[in-house]
């Protein structure tokens, strides 16, 4: 008789229900959304940006026919990081 180990939820590290899938990673539903929130509220945190781009001065509108324009309202070019 071979004994396997009993799958554990990711969350609160307690044995999933018996009669939960193959590939369950949580106990219940209140786990997988606590679990979902705490991933949530990391990513935030973190910024997704590198330093370089958030630095930079940036667009800040567009034009009605949905050009970048820059500050000052002028034309700016997505190719050319000067404008």
């Given at each position: 008789m071979?004994?396997?180990?009993?799958?554990?939820?990711?969350?609160?590290?307690?044995?999933?229900?018996?009669?939960?899938?193959?590939?369950?990673?949580?106990c219940?539903?209140?786990?997988?959304?606590?679990?979902?929130r705490?991933?949530?509220?990391?990513a935030?945190?973190?910024?997704?940006?590198?330093?370089?781009?958030?630095?930079?001065?940036?667009?800040v509108?567009?034009?009605?026919?949905?050009?970048?324009?820059?500050?000052?309202?002028?034309?700016a070019?997505?190719?050319?990081?000067?404008?």
């Amino acid at each position: 008789m071979t004994m396997t180990a009993t799958p554990l939820c990711e969350r609160c590290e307690q044995p999933l229900p018996v009669m939960a899938r193959r590939h369950a990673r949580y106990c219940s539903g209140a786990c997988k959304q606590a679990a979902y929130r705490a991933r949530k509220t990391s990513a935030a945190a973190s910024p997704s940006l590198p330093d370089e781009l958030t630095t930079r001065a940036r667009w800040v509108r567009y034009s009605s026919a949905k050009v970048p324009l820059t500050p000052a309202g002028r034309a700016a070019s997505s190719t050319d990081p000067a404008t």
